[in-house]
């Protein structure tokens, strides 16, 4: 299968409550990293995996968290939700970590926390 | 806290048209790409320039890199309404981890 594929599209929670958002990267793509879009900005870096270990993070609370697996799927969990984590949350990833290498997004999951 | 700012943030033209869209880093780059964001949809990488005053070209799409990596510009030739869509410019600095950075973007509309 090719492309990056999240899930689910749309998701509505509770303030106070945990998500836990999905990704599944195209085979060979070791590196996957996090964002969060928020509406009418860019996205914003939460943090990067490469062969299942964090190696880079942004200036988000560590209630945000994730996780990588073998078979190129990863996680983002998010504890005690606030209103302002509502937002698109993408994922992308790709191979290798060179510089020039470009990142293929997924088509990001709607969070809105009430 | 390095910063990427794009301008203009909005754009209505008629289509036909041509246009430039600038991205401005307050640090030096290591790479710079440009991606191009449908409403829904994840941003699509469009080009991913390294070298400085390095230029590149994509059918109507000329993508340019400042010699000095601080900078860079997309210029579109006879903009269709199939342009449509939030362009946004993403760098990786030169020393750092390997986070993007992106700007805030520009909304581009073309009208028919």
């Known amino acids: 299968e090719t492309g990056v594929t999240q899930s689910p599209t749309h998701l509505i929670k509770t303030r106070g409550q945990q998500v836990t958002l999905r990704c599944s990267s195209q085979?060979?793509?070791?590196?996957v990293s996090w964002y969060q879009q928020a509406l009418g900005q860019g996205p914003q870096f939460i943090f990067q995996?490469?062969?299942?270990?964090?190696?880079g993070r942004g200036n988000f609370p560590p209630r945000f968290s994730g996780l990588q697996f073998p078979n190129y799927s990863s996680e983002l969990n998010v504890n005690a939700l606030e209103l302002d984590d509502s937002a698109l949350y993408l994922c992308?990833?790709?191979?290798?970590?060179?510089?020039?290498?470009?990142?293929?997004f997924g088509s990001g999951t709607r969070l809105t926390v009430v | 806290t390095q910063l990427l700012e794009q301008s203009p943030q909005f754009l209505s033209i008629q289509e036909g048209e041509n246009l430039t869209v600038y991205c401005n880093s307050s640090s030096v780059f290591s790479s710079l790409q440009w991606y191009r964001q449908e409403p829904g949809e994840g941003p699509v990488l469009l080009v991913t320039?390294?070298?400085?005053?390095e230029v590149k070209k994509l059918k109507r799409l000329t993508f340019q890199f400042g010699d000095a990596r601080k900078d860079s510009s997309l210029h579109i030739t006879a903009a269709q309404p199939g342009d449509t869509g939030l362009y946004l410019c993403a760098q990786k600095l030169l020393f750092g981890n390997e986070k993007l950075t992106f700007g805030t973007g520009t909304r581009l509309t073309i009208i028919p």
């Open positions: 995996y490469y062969r299942e270990e964090e190696n």
């Open positions: 085979s060979g793509h070791n590196t």
């Open positions: 320039v390294v070298t400085g005053g």
């Open positions: 992308a990833s790709r191979t290798g970590t060179r510089a020039g290498y470009g990142y293929t």
